[in-house]
């Protein structure tokens, strides 16, 4: 059975800092190419950052570049997102999501609120 299940979500002041786990069974972690995604309020859900299946390659949305750090661990069958300098429009539910050939595969989300 597929499974994704996003933690480490959670309450934080402005400017603090987060770090998110997606940990993955079920499929061989190691071929997939994983991305988190985020759904704030209202909004359509958006790319946050990605990663190749070997970690050799990420890519992130403009407004996280410099404070957001995609990494992964295949050992371990574990996607991270280090979230810094949080801001409170980085609220949201952020998701996990698996991709390789035609296979995709989401997590149920872990929820995010930077407020003070």
């Known amino acids: 059975q597929v499974q994704l299940v996003e933690s480490g979500g959670g309450l934080v002041q402005p400017g603090g800092s987060l770090r998110l786990s997606c940990a993955a069974s079920?499929?061989?972690?190691?071929?997939?190419?994983m991305s988190w995604y985020r759904q704030a309020p209202g909004k359509e859900r958006e790319l946050v950052a990605g990663?190749?299946?070997?970690?050799?390659?990420?890519n992130y949305a403009d407004s996280m570049k410099g404070r957001f750090t995609i990494s992964r661990d295949n050992a371990k069958n574990t996607v991270y997102l280090q979230m810094n300098s949080l801001k409170p429009e980085d609220t949201a539910v952020y998701y996990c999501?698996?991709?390789?050939?035609?296979?995709?595969?989401w997590g149920q989300g872990t929820q995010v609120t930077v407020s003070s």
């Open positions: 079920g499929f061989t972690f190691s071929r997939y190419a």
């Open positions: 990663i190749t299946s070997t970690g050799g390659t990420t």
């Open positions: 999501k698996a991709r390789w050939v035609g296979s995709v595969y």
